[in-house]
């Protein structure tokens, strides 16, 4: 049957090959057995739960959280010439009844859903009517607590087990490390399922983070150069992303805004466009991305920290799914750290969900402060060790230097001693660097012996030294007396000189390194067929109501340029080209590239 799968590969999703386990994974699933899927973001997860209902009798089951991913999976696997169709609360009463009826005549291949909805008593009902042949759980992370988007809708998919006996289960995910699969095991009541790991790594994306300043000059200076390219912003409040959206639009770049705030209908529309044109930024919360598969996303940008490294990676890996040269930036201050433990503190979860959240943060912040490689230290997280630099993050292009931080972090707790750890970041930096202010006048700091004593250092580099020794578990934020810092029992052994203290030093970011605004490289001499390309997609891509890279990613179209080829049979030769989009788009593109003659051929 292996064979048959290769020829569907080829034929309808146009790969010539399998990548990593996904031959594994489909070959598990044909045979009956339960399976957990790790991949990272434009690995190829759809792919294993989408082409073995091509292969049997009865319809595969898609769990997925998020309308648009619904959406778009189903528009884009339509493309494909493969019947799949959603049950969500967009559908007219009429639609709803036209995709029940699909399912009871055996008409579809695949049926997205989301876990509410499957869960309902006349749903599952209805479903069990009718020939099953695979249960996909997508973004299966949100089934635990110790993931990063833990969701209680998903608790409840353990009765597919009792309700669709002998039907393997397939649960898939981007991200989680070893204690979060576990669970996803044990509460998705999986049978001994086989575990496909594949690596975590994006080569493609470079890592880049810097202390926050100037937040808005930062972004413009990582900006510079990329107009016309398709990117995220992430921002923690509605505010800020309204303001960032504005600011952004007054520099000529075409940035919309994205948050719950929005209406229904205007969250759509940006949501659209960003799909359906090129070059647009979103600047969103983090309630944009999940369910978007939009593949020529050049860079993330954060100008607020996420919640753990699970979020950060998720949200960075929708970065370059289309495995072109892409950018996640981030940039981070002591105020987001005080924020994020507020948050946690103030959740409505139990004290082991806080605790759960709060050693979260530790990783994340951990990982902002790291002085080797980035993506070794990201990828240890997720419990794949690897050895050397990698050669593509801001520590391994310009490494931070480190200095002996001791005394300067004893004059540091010395002063948060003796204004009796009731106080701020702000307020015991002023009294270290011996600023005449009417606090410090107020409470007579000014008579301190720690007065003064850090004058020689400027606000940013106590504020770089405060992070780090939050970090390493010196220091803490005591939310409960509005933000003071205090001492942990951790710094008695550094106030008595028994610890030997080295931070990193912060130093002036380096100018970030553009990315090409046109994937890979393109001559001078092919830039004419490159546009010519793109206006065809365009064009069709407009016709069919669909996004430009549902009819070919840019990478196809950059392999047209490379091999140029001449007939259907040559055009089919090309990855991302199947039978069903080669009848319907193929002589467009040949009539394209048979009017721009120069260049290799395939031979």
Request: hydrophobic letters at 40%.
């Amino acid at each position: 049957m292996i064979e048959r799968a290769r020829q569907i590969l080829h034929e309808t999703f146009g790969y010539l090959e399998f990548r990593g386990h996904q031959q594994q994974v489909i070959e598990c699933a044909l045979a009956g057995k339960d399976s957990l899927v790790l991949m990272p973001t434009g690995g190829g997860k759809s792919l294993c739960y989408q082409l073995p209902p091509l292969l049997q009798d009865g319809m595969a089951i898609v769990v997925s959280p998020l309308i648009a991913l619904m959406q778009d999976q189903v528009s884009a696997l339509r493309q494909l010439g493969v019947n799949a169709a959603y049950l969500n609360s967009t559908l007219t009463a009429e639609a709803h009844n036209q995709v029940m009826r699909q399912i009871y005549d055996g008409d579809l291949d695949l049926l997205y859903i989301a876990p509410e909805r499957l869960l309902q008593e006349n749903t599952l009902q209805r479903l069990v009517q009718v020939p099953i042949s695979l249960i996909a759980i997508d973004e299966a992370h949100c089934v635990s607590q110790w993931g990063h988007d833990f969701r209680v809708d998903y608790l409840g998919l353990h009765v597919l087990k009792q309700a669709f006996p002998g039907v393997p289960r397939m649960a898939l995910t981007a991200t989680a490390n070893e204690r979060t699969r576990e669970e996803i095991v044990l509460r998705l009541a999986l049978d001994s399922p086989q575990i496909f790991v594949s690596s975590f790594d994006r080569p493609n994306i470079r890592y880049a983070v810097q202390p926050k300043g100037d937040a808005k000059a930062q972004l413009a200076g990582f900006l510079e150069g990329r107009t016309g390219q398709a990117g995220i912003v992430y921002c923690m409040s509605r505010n800020r992303v309204d303001g960032i959206a504005a600011w952004l639009s007054g520099r000529g770049f075409d940035a919309l805004p994205y948050h719950a705030g929005l209406s229904a209908a205007e969250r759509s529309t940006n949501q659209h466009r960003f799909l359906y044109e090129e070059g647009v930024i979103i600047v969103a919360t983090i309630a944009f991305g999940m369910g978007i598969d939009k593949p020529d996303v050049r860079f993330v940008a954060h100008l607020d920290l996420p919640k753990s490294l699970e979020s950060y990676y998720q949200e960075t890996g929708r970065a370059g799914r289309d495995g072109q040269p892409s950018d996640a930036w981030l940039v981070y201050g002591l105020q987001d750290v005080m924020r994020i433990v507020k948050m946690v503190q103030e959740s409505d979860g139990n004290e082991q969900h806080k605790r759960i959240e709060r050693s979260k943060i530790d990783s994340l912040l951990g990982w902002c402060e790291a002085t080797t490689c980035r993506r070794r230290s990201l990828l240890n997280y997720f419990g794949e060790y690897t050895e050397g630099a990698c050669g593509n993050c801001d520590i391994c292009s310009n490494p931070p230097r480190t200095w002996d931080a001791t005394q300067d972090a004893q004059k540091l707790l010395s002063c948060i001693y003796r204004t009796g750890q009731r106080f701020g970041s702000g307020h015991v930096i002023d009294v270290l660097r011996g600023k005449d202010t009417a606090k410090v006048r107020q409470f007579g700091h000014q008579q301190l012996s720690t007065y003064g004593i850090g004058e020689g250092r400027s606000d940013q580099q106590w504020r770089s030294m405060l992070r780090q020794l939050i970090v390493q578990d010196y220091l803490w934020v005591n939310d409960a007396q509005y933000g003071a810092i205090q001492l942990t029992e951790r710094a008695r052994g550094l106030l008595k000189g028994e610890i030997k203290l080295f931070l990193r030093e912060d130093m002036e970011a380096a100018k970030p390194a553009r990315t090409k605004k046109v994937p890979k490289e393109v001559s001078d001499d092919d830039r004419a067929l490159w546009e010519a390309l793109k206006r065809c997609r365009s064009q069709l891509a407009e016709a069919q109501g669909v996004p430009p890279f549902h009819i070919f990613h840019d990478a196809t179209l950059m392999e047209m340029i490379q091999y140029r080829p001449g007939d259907a049979g040559e055009l089919l030769t090309l990855n991302g080209v199947g039978q069903v989009k080669l009848e319907r788009y193929g002589q467009q593109f040949l009539s394209v590239l048979a009017s721009h003659q120069q260049g290799p051929v395939l031979n």
